[in-house]
């Protein structure tokens, strides 16, 4: 998968792993990087999926309807791409925080439904549930930071909440935080996501 590799001046921080949204590259979310934690390592991925010309995650039917089949492909071809990467580039891969806008959050969330050791914790712009209906793996010790819109057409707070709720109920530490927005990125959005971050990986 194409990808960049920014190694961090601290080790022992969390390597972020950063999915763009739909249209978007891997140099889209560095600047959240930088504001989320400056010294960890960056590992920051382009999708491998084109819907008219832009890159996406994975296939999807129509908006807001993902094809299951390329979700489940993809979600193991991006699992397999961070052991690799973990090897490559000597970094723990027990200890990966994903950083997602949009459809970057829906493969990360993916990525927690799938697997119980993909991640160790994820942010969470604007996702939607990646999957209905499947038994989650037990995700205790995850933490996750949902930041979602009051008004976002795309991803509507009914959707926010059940993922919540999913995440919640497999374990997980989980806090949802809302903006009176739509499914735009939001500089508040993104200083709340860094507040959480610090308190937690302090």
């Excluded at 991803?155 to 499914?183: D, F, I, Q, Y």
Aim: glycine letters at 8%; one cysteine or more.
């Amino acid at each position: 998968m194409k990808h960049i590799f920014n190694k961090g001046q601290d080790p022992t921080k969390p390597t972020l792993l950063l999915l763009h949204g739909t249209g978007g590259n891997e140099l889209d979310l560095l600047p959240l990087a930088g504001r989320i934690d400056d010294e960890a390592s960056v590992l920051s991925v382009r999708g491998n999926v084109l819907e008219n010309g832009m890159p996406r995650f994975f296939r999807r039917l129509a908006e807001g309807v993902f094809d299951i089949e390329d979700l489940i492909f993809r979600t193991n071809e991006l699992y397999e791409f961070l052991d690799e990467a973990a090897s490559k580039y000597g970094f723990d891969r027990d200890n990966i925080i994903a950083i997602g806008y949009s459809n970057g959050a829906n493969i990360a969330a993916s990525l927690l439904f799938h697997y119980q050791n993909a991640l160790k914790g994820a942010i969470l712009h604007h996702p939607m549930v990646p999957r209905k209906g499947i038994e989650l793996p037990d995700l205790t010790g995850k933490s996750v930071f949902i930041a979602a819109g009051t008004n976002d057409p795309i991803c509507s707070p009914m959707e926010s909440a059940e993922l919540e709720s999913l995440l919640k109920n497999a374990n997980a530490k989980v806090e949802l935080h809302w903006e009176n927005r739509g499914h735009q990125l939001t500089i508040e959005e993104v200083e709340a996501a860094a507040k959480w971050y610090k308190e937690l990986y302090k």
